[in-house]
């Protein structure tokens, strides 16, 4: 069979660093082919030249059926067939449905007016052929993540697209949302459309996947039928090291000493909208990592938001043993919190601003004297976090919008990490994350608690809060529904305290 696409020997070059060399991609119609590897191993580079963003560097060569092709911008590629879903969302929030998957070429009436009817209906039939009921007319910032994700797919379709790169497509989206999404995927292959879908999520690659292909350091290191693959040689493949060399047994730093104590921690309402949080109440020990589980909707981001002060909330919180009265970030920062977001690119970068810059934000004073930066001081530090975590950067004066995404999340761990707060709350902090790196920030939040910090773990990856968690706390629907220690936390117990 003829692939669809194929990419031969493409190379890219940036100031300091080879982000691509000679690099080979062959993708088939009606195939789900998996790209595979690290941050920073070059799958954002070369989706970017695949779509006309980037142009590749001499000596590769571009074929689309076969054909020989320059693709100019992203105009030019969806005109070959090739659409692509990004990680982060672009859909509109307040247009609808229709006016989003239409955006920028609406059916046009002989007046020059939206032929409304038209779009809608048009949207509603590529909705249909999907398998999803959403309302053309609903406005899209109404809807769940995982239906505006649906949304980005439906304009994908409508481009007549005969090849759909998902990039990280499910790192947002509760479970059954994911497992909708991946069905659909297949459902999309099966009527001959190629698939390329970016994963770090072992489980997802082995569920959907055809073909794997692995990208290390900028290279092709291989690509064969799933079939042909296991976990520990796909990881060993990604980060030429085992499985169980990533993940070290975890071992407990709590002590008995009650850090922060939360007692009938309850959401101050503005409107009726959402998760109520309320009656929360738990003790944090120090040294201890605590986890907090819950499905989408529980409560577990507004209540790590009422704790740092960035939402209204009535309640106690002590830390210290004396009461704390935490009413904005600056409070809880002065008490010793800090804060990972899960949004890393709207709340926890200055994307405009230099690596260096943004792991300072936190703690300017320790390299200040005399009002001026000690500039050397503030660069050693943050060389030293970029070795600590790993940093894909060609210097700590790279911005951080050119860093891939889980790289801006390391970016964002190092800044609060430097700053050695008493207290650590970490919303999602693997999100987006390739599994060698994974390994890394969970060491690194190993380490801190052996120091004396006290972290409290958000995540909705599973694994991930019994790996590294002392004692996991699970919300539903607002309020603390389970107490587990490590011990009793299995997925079973886990799951039947988040669900009921």
Not at 333 to 349: A, K, N, P, W
Not at 400 to 412: E, T
Not at 489 to 498: D, G, H, I, R
Request: charge should be negative; hydrophobic fraction near 40%.
């Amino acid at each position: 069979m003829k692939p669809f696409l194929e990419m031969i020997s493409i190379s890219k070059t940036f100031p300091g660093v080879k982000a691509l060399d000679h690099v080979d991609l062959h993708l088939n119609s009606g195939e789900v082919h998996v790209l595979a590897g690290e941050n920073g191993a070059g799958k954002s580079t070369l989706m970017k030249i695949m779509t006309g963003v980037l142009r590749a560097g001499p000596g590769g060569e571009i074929r689309v059926e076969g054909e020989p092709v320059v693709i100019k911008n992203p105009v030019h590629a969806r005109s070959l067939g090739i659409s692509i879903i990004y990680q982060e969302l672009a859909v509109v929030n307040n247009l609808t449905v229709a006016e989003n998957v239409f955006l920028a070429r609406e059916p046009l009436l002989p007046t020059g007016l939206i032929d409304r009817t038209k779009m809608n209906a048009d949207t509603r039939a590529v909705l249909h052929e999907l398998g999803v009921e959403i309302d053309p007319e609903a406005m899209v910032g109404t809807l769940s993540i995982g239906q505006r994700q649906l949304i980005e797919i439906a304009r994908a379709i409508s481009y007549n697209s005969k090849l759909i790169i998902m990039d990280e497509p499910t790192a947002s989206l509760s479970h059954h949302e994911a497992s909708t999404l991946l069905r659909m995927s297949r459902k999309l292959a099966e009527q001959g459309v190629g698939i390329v879908f970016i994963s770090h999520k072992l489980e997802e690659i082995f569920e959907i996947a055809d073909r794997v292909t692995v990208l290390r350091d900028g290279r092709t290191v291989d690509t064969r039928p799933v079939s042909e693959m296991t976990s520990d040689l796909l990881v060993r493949l990604m980060v030429d090291r085992e499985l169980d060399q990533l993940f070290g047994h975890h071992t407990s730093h709590a002590t008995d000493e009650v850090l922060m104590s939360v007692r009938n921690l309850t959401e101050k309402r503005v409107k009726d909208e959402g998760v109520f949080v309320r009656d929360v109440d738990f003790d944090l020990h120090r040294g201890e990592v605590l986890g907090f589980f819950g499905l989408v909707g529980a409560g577990r981001t507004e209540v790590m938001e009422m704790i740092f002060g960035s939402r209204p909330h009535s309640g106690e919180i002590s830390i210290n043993g004396k009461p704390a009265l935490i009413s904005s970030p600056s409070d809880a920062i002065e008490h010793g919190l800090g804060f990972v977001t899960e949004d890393r690119q709207s709340r926890g970068l200055v994307l405009g601003m230099s690596v260096r810059e943004n792991f300072s934000l936190t703690h300017l004073s320790d390299y200040c004297s005399f009002d001026f930066v000690n500039r050397r001081k503030e660069t050693a530090a943050c060389a030293d976090y970029i070795r600590a975590l790993g940093i894909k950067t060609p210097s700590p004066e790279q911005k951080v919008l050119n860093l891939s995404g889980g790289n801006q999340q390391k970016v964002v761990l190092a800044k609060w990490a430097a700053r050695r707060p008493q207290i650590l709350i970490v919303d999602e902090p693997t999100r987006g994350i390739d599994i060698g790196a994974k390994a890394e920030v969970h060491t690194l939040l190993g380490k801190m608690a052996e120091e004396g910090m006290s972290i409290i773990v958000v995540s909705s990856d599973l694994p991930e809060i019994l790996a590294i968690s002392d004692r996991v706390i699970v919300l539903k629907e607002g309020k603390i529904s389970g107490e587990l220690t490590r011990e009793n936390a299995t997925q079973e117990s886990v799951m039947l305290a988040a669900t009921g």
